[in-house]
């Protein structure tokens, strides 16, 4: 089994990474670019596992589960570089989601 991260060493890893170098994070609008890109990437995965369209023949192999680290690294340099913890907008997205959807829709029957 891989590594077990918090959402704090993982943004804490990320900034070690982009801080050596000069260039440092990019602007917010080039990264909402790039989490574009990334997420292109991944949607274009899942239609090949999933949908209708299959690899072409010079197409490698690539794994939903690199794409989503991709996706999520980008996520991370972004939060990073607007001072945004992670974990307080995850408990806070949570909470509103938790109160909106839990009557959305049908829950299971508790199993006894």
């Known amino acids: 089994m891989a590594n077990q991260h918090t959402t704090e060493e993982m943004?804490?890893?990320v900034h070690a990474f982009i801080s050596q170098f000069e260039e440092g994070?990019?602007?917010?609008?080039?990264?909402?670019t790039r989490l574009t890109e990334e997420m292109g990437e991944l949607a274009r995965e899942i239609n090949h596992y999933y949908g209708?369209?299959?690899?072409?023949?010079?197409e490698g192999e690539k794994e939903l589960e690199e794409e989503l680290?991709?996706?999520l690294f980008v996520i991370i340099t972004l939060a990073n570089s607007l001072n945004i913890d992670l974990n307080e907008a995850f408990d806070r997205s949570?909470?509103?989601?938790?109160?909106?959807?839990?009557?959305?829709?049908t829950k299971k029957e508790n199993e006894s």
């Not at 994070?25 to 909402?32: C, D, G, H, I, N």
């Not at 209708?52 to 010079?58: D, G, I, N, Q, V």
């Open 25 to 32: 994070y990019f602007s917010p609008l080039a990264m909402m």
């Open 11 to 13: 943004q804490k890893r």
């Open 94 to 105: 949570m909470s509103k989601i938790e109160i909106r959807d839990q009557d959305r829709w």
């Open 52 to 58: 209708e369209k299959p690899k072409k023949s010079t």
């Open 69 to 71: 680290g991709d996706l």
